[in-house]
């Protein structure tokens, strides 16, 4: 079985501060990860995925994150937010194996504030 | 840039009455899903489709949920008799590969049941 925590269901910062959205996995099999953001009254687009090639990945946007086993994390980062960044974002799992249809299953959501 | 479709924006529909939400998935993907999305709550999946039939389905997923693409470029969900907690946002997502294939998100139907 697959699930997804996303710490924290509002995180704020400043412009030009760090942004950290933590997300951890559980899966009985190797994981495919991925993150995306959801701005208002729109679908989901994806950020970035990991699918068990580099463990450091980067996405669109300046948006980066890294996959570490030993800690079930893949938590999202980006050096410096913009007033742009303010979004719903969603960490999700799909699992490798046979019988894997690629269904996602997503965290809670995090909604990051980025305040000028 | 190839984009995933979805019709109606909005839907307004009577407990009971059937409703049929509509999606366009990127024209070279062979793999289907929805999902829904009730207010306040996370993303969930409902079904995954491929080679024309349902690959995947949830516990969600009951007898008055069916799918189905008439044609080459649709891919409908139909709800038979909706309830109140029906009430959500439904995604449609496309891709061209299992797993580690990215999925393509439609921007969604608001379905409110009343």
């Known amino acids: 079985a697959q699930s997804v925590t996303q710490l924290g269901s509002h995180v704020s910062v400043s412009e030009g501060a760090l942004v950290l959205l933590r997300c951890n996995y559980s899966?009985?099999?190797?994981?495919?990860l991925f993150w995306y953001v959801q701005y208002p009254n729109q679908g989901l687009q994806l950020l970035l995925k990991?699918?068990?090639?580099?463990?450091l990945v980067k996405g669109i946007n300046g948006f980066e994150a890294e996959f570490k086993k030993s800690e079930t994390s893949f938590h999202l980062t980006k050096p410096s937010a913009h007033m742009s960044d303010a979004a719903e974002y969603f960490c999700?799992?799909?699992?490798?194996?046979?019988?894997?249809?690629?269904?996602?299953?997503f965290g809670q959501g995090t909604t990051l504030q980025v305040k000028p | 840039e190839p984009e995933v479709t979805q019709t109606p924006s909005h839907q307004v529909t009577q407990m009971g009455q059937e409703v049929i939400l509509r999606c366009v998935p990127i024209?070279?993907?062979?793999?289907f899903y929805w999902y829904r999305q009730i207010l306040g709550q996370k993303v969930e999946f409902l079904v995954s489709?491929?080679?024309?039939?349902?690959?995947?389905k949830s516990e969600i997923f009951d007898d008055q949920f069916s799918v189905e693409r008439p044609d080459g470029s649709n891919f409908t969900l139909k709800i038979r008799s909706t309830k109140l907690e029906d009430s959500a946002m439904y995604f449609c997502?496309?891709?061209?590969?299992?797993?580690?294939?990215?999925?393509?998100f439609g921007p969604g139907t608001r379905l409110l049941v009343l």
């Open positions: 997502a496309s891709s061209n590969g299992q797993g580690q294939g990215t999925q393509y």
């Open positions: 999700a799992v799909s699992g490798l194996g046979s019988g894997n249809t690629g269904k996602l299953i």
């Open positions: 024209s070279n993907h062979l793999y």
């Open positions: 990991y699918t068990s090639a580099a463990t």
């Open positions: 489709f491929y080679n024309n039939e349902i690959s995947e």
């Open positions: 899966s009985s099999v190797p994981p495919y």
